[in-house]
């Protein structure tokens, strides 16, 4: 069994800057891919981002390239989203998710793939 606790989200201008962080317990960090999804309402959760167990490969929505960055610290069981250039589509919760099976890219995106989710963290950006 994984935990995963997600902060970081808040109120944002459009063009501004969050950190988005997930700390995982009760399990070793390592054996998972870690993933970003969000929700907006009214919306299927979609996939963001994905980083492998080493942080070595990642993956990003086309949406966010460019724009967000992936990253983690293993020592600190900690997997971060800089989200910076912020638009007002990119309003929703934000979840991390732990998969257990490996960084495949062309599965990563999918959420079915993941085994632990977080609770959420709301980032609204205002226009």
């Known amino acids: 069994q994984v935990q995963l606790v997600e902060s970081g989200g808040e109120l944002v201008q459009a063009g501004g800057s969050l950190r988005l962080s997930c700390t995982a317990s009760g399990r070793t960090f390592t054996d998972y891919t870690m993933g970003w999804f969000r929700q907006a309402p009214g919306k299927e959760r979609e996939f963001v981002a994905a980083?492998?167990?080493?942080?070595?490969?990642?993956d990003y929505a086309d949406s966010v390239k460019g724009r967000f960055t992936i990253s983690r610290d293993n020592p600190k069981n900690t997997v971060s989203l800089q989200m910076n250039s912020l638009k007002p589509e990119d309003t929703a919760v934000y979840y991390c998710?732990?998969?257990?099976?490996?960084?495949?890219?062309?599965?990563?995106?999918?959420?079915?793939?993941?085994?632990?989710w977080g609770q959420g963290t709301q980032v609204t950006v205002s226009s």
């Open positions: 998710a732990a998969d257990r099976s490996g960084f495949v890219r062309s599965q990563v995106t999918l959420p079915d793939r993941y085994d632990y």
């Open positions: 980083i492998s167990w080493s942080g070595g490969r990642s």
